[in-house]
């Protein structure tokens, strides 16, 4: 999973960010203008929003994301004010915590928000012999545990948690590598022939797609391996 943490206290943020990272990767922003950015080009299963931000309050932000983006999205608030935590679920918020908060509030919040956004979201994927732990962020087949370092890992799991859906070059490297990143497109290629060489020295590389001149997807679909 990957989130955005638009809190403009560096160290709540960072707080956030460690706390989410039991679930995935984070971006973050420190002013409402960086987070609007980053919002409408980045791809995020859910984004946390603090409402009192330089430069960009976070009503202002919400009200212009959502007029071209459906991520979920929870507001931070030390605003004592209904009528303030009103305004911002009007305005598209999906939930609100109000500050301070205990970790494991926000953490489970984050979790029943994406589950009712994606039917997929769960903290482990088994299928067959295979088993990939969203939170150890381990994968393992046939019982034996596989090393998937940085990146590589990352992209199984943003196929599987999409899995059956056919997802773009350009989509995968916007999401795994960011849009204003320097690399090139084509390093996707790259790693997805890594990860195709790792899983078929267990017999399971049949899972991973390529679709041709498209991109790649992570299907259920038994078939032999060829």
């Known amino acids: 999973m990957k989130f955005l943490v638009v809190e403009d206290n560096v ?3 960072q707080s956030i960010r460690d706390i989410l990272s039991r679930l995935g990767t984070s971006d973050f922003a420190l002013d409402g203008e ?3 950015y980053l919002a409408e080009h980045g791809s995020y299963d859910l984004i946390i929003l603090d409402l009192m931000l330089p430069k960009l309050n976070g009503f202002d ?3 212009r994301l959502r007029k071209t983006n459906t991520s979920p999205v929870i507001i931070l608030t030390a605003l004592d004010s209904t009528d303030k935590k009103i305004e911002g679920l009007k305005l598209g918020a999906d939930d609100y915590i109000s500050k301070p908060f205990e970790n494991d509030e926000l953490l489970a919040r984050a979790e029943a928000v994406m589950r009712r956004y994606n039917n997929n ?3 482990k994927y088994v299928h067959g012999n295979l088993e990939l732990d969203y939170v150890s962020k381990m994968l393992k087949i046939n019982g034996e545990y596989v090393k998937l370092a940085g990146k590589m890992y990352d992209i199984v799991e943003y196929l599987i948690r999409n899995r059956n859906m056919i997802i773009s070059k350009e989509q995968l490297f916007n999401r ?3 849009y204003n990143s320097d690399t090139i497109v084509t390093v ?3 790693y997805v022939s890594n990860i195709r060489k790792t899983l078929e020295k267990y017999g399971v590389k049949r899972y991973l797609k390529t679709i041709k001149n498209i991109g790649y997807m992570w299907s ?3 078939e032999n391996e060829g």
Do not use: R
């Open 176 to 178: 795994i590598w960011g």
């Open 121 to 123: 979201f769960s903290t």
């Open 11 to 13: 160290t709540l943020n």
């Open 61 to 63: 932000l919400l009200a």
């Open 220 to 222: 259920d679909k038994e």
């Open 188 to 190: 996707t290629e790259v």
């Open 34 to 36: 960086e987070g609007l």
